[in-house]
């Protein structure tokens, strides 16, 4: 096949591959990977077939994000439609990626807003810093200290065992202002650019892990911190995502204590797996009939199970460690560090990061079911949202933990207790 994309094409044409203008060649090497894709709008002698739409799917604080759909004959005639180019960075050689290849994805794009990172700092922080915890053996340089109370660092290995298959891959694509222009349209959340900008917007790939309405369900846990703040109070009544929870009430119907989600056997996991399949479900579960309720209890029970006793427990434990280690004395503690070698200054910073991230990351848990409950075998699992926190929020954090001591929220009795797991064993 011989083909040039719209905008995009200097006269050279190689069989079987898309052309790309110096220019493109340029941005593309700014991902500093040998490979990365390059998503275009397709030119009209370029073969439908290859040809994908978006359509707007969700949206967080800082991505929107879009489901990819195959070309069909069937669509109606105003449907854009663009091409994915798969550029190899060291022989300036682009080819059309495969529609198989796109439509199992969703792309995340980053709106746009302050403070928050471009998906191409998402994707070199992912690679570089985050995913290495999760291989086998993974070596931390720790902040620890010694028994007079000084800081120093300490080396501290995983163990051997490989979690990177249960990490989303994050793969680049560069993104050509038609593309920006039709995920505008379809989601006003993304910030128009204000002709500043000198380099081309990049988005994610990622694996698709929403439901397939009839077929799966999708629970999404966000494991917070998995373990005590290194600066509670010894008489503290809660965890910090607890004592949080108090101070600032958020979605008090779906809030779960991270050490009961870590810790807590399957009959503590349920109540709270169940509510999500439910709302996933669509329905409620005490109006409904006997099939769909045997249907949503068998689902709840399978994910209870699987994060209680099975990969899902392992990998929270995996999480518990990394942050635990990473984070061992707490962000109040680093103006004590001011005068610590400029090294244990940077690795006390840098491990916090990490600690944060794997404290607001997202893990997915898709299940299959039929009529006859949940299809033996078929939960997904991935940890997304690893966004590497920049350090311009280590004073933000520093002044959330100063708040939620100074108010009292891990000591303080209230009649809106948020079901700590440390309450319920104090009481
Ligand atoms: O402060 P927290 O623990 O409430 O976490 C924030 C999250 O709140 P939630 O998980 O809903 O409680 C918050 O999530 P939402 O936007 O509320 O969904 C963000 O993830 C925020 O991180 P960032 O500012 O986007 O880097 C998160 O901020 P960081 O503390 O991770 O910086
Ligand atoms: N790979 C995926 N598969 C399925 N659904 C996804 C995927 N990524 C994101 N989503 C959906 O989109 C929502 C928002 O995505 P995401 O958490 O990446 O946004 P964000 O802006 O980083 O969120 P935050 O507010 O936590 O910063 C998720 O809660 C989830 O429902």
Redesign the pocket.
């Known amino acids: 096949m011989e083909t040039s994309t719209d905008e995009t094409s200097s006269a050279d044409r190689i069989h079987g591959t898309i052309s790309l203008s110096n220019d493109d060649w340029a941005a593309l090497t700014s991902l500093k990977q040998s490979r990365s894709h390059y998503c275009v709008a397709r030119a009209s002698h370029i073969p439908a077939e290859l040809s994908v739409s978006f359509e707007y799917f969700n949206q967080?604080?800082?991505n929107a994000i879009f489901k990819i759909h195959s070309w069909s004959p069937s669509a109606p005639t105003n449907h854009q439609y663009f091409l994915f180019v798969d550029a190899n960075i060291e022989d300036l050689l682009a080819t059309p990626v495969r529609q198989p290849k796109l439509i199992d994805k969703v792309l995340r794009v980053n709106r746009g807003l302050e403070?928050?990172l471009r998906s191409e700092e998402v994707i070199s922080g992912f690679y570089d810093h985050v995913r290495p915890l999760f291989a086998p053996k993974a070596r931390l340089t720790t902040v620890v200290l010694t028994p007079r109370a000084e800081c120093t660092l300490g080396p501290v290995s995983m163990p051997d065992l490989d979690w990177r298959t249960y990490l989303m891959d994050h793969q680049g694509v560069m993104l050509h202002p038609k593309v920006m222009e039709d995920l505008r349209s379809k989601c006003d959340a993304i910030c128009r650019e204000d002709g500043t900008q000198t380099t081309k917007p990049w988005g994610i790939l990622l694996p698709d892990l929403s439901p397939q309405l009839g077929s799966s369900i999708t629970v999404e846990v966000?494991p917070?911190w998995l373990s005590q703040s290194p600066t509670a109070p010894s008489n503290a009544l809660r965890c910090r995502?607890c004592a949080?929870q108090v101070a600032k009430p958020?979605d008090v119907t779906k809030y779960v204590c991270p050490l009961k989600l870590l810790g807590g056997s399957r009959d503590v996991v349920y109540p709270w797996v169940s509510g999500r399949v439910a709302e996933q479900l669509g329905v409620d579960v005490k109006s409904i009939g006997p099939q769909v309720q045997a249907q949503a209890t068998d689902i709840a029970s399978h994910l209870a199970k699987y994060i209680s006793e099975g990969h899902g427990r392992d990998l929270l434990r995996r999480l518990e460690v990394l942050q635990r280690n990473l984070d061992q004395q707490g962000v109040l503690y680093r103006k004590r560090i001011m005068t610590t070698s400029q090294e244990t200054r940077h690795a006390f910073d840098h491990n916090l990061r990490l600690a944060?991230t794997l404290?607001?990351c997202s893990l997915y848990l898709r299940i299959g079911y039929n009529s006859s409950g949940v299809i033996p075998g078929t939960i997904d699992c991935k940890l997304g949202d690893l966004?590497f926190?920049s350090a311009d929020?280590i004073e933000?954090?520093a002044i959330?933990e100063r708040e939620l001591l100074e108010s009292g929220a891990y000591t303080r009795r209230t009649n809106d207790d948020p079901g700590c797991l440390i309450t319920g064993r104090l009481l």
Do not use: F, I, V, Y
């Open positions: 967080g604080g800082a403070k928050t966000k917070k995502t949080l958020k944060m404290r607001d966004d926190k929020k933000d954090w959330k």
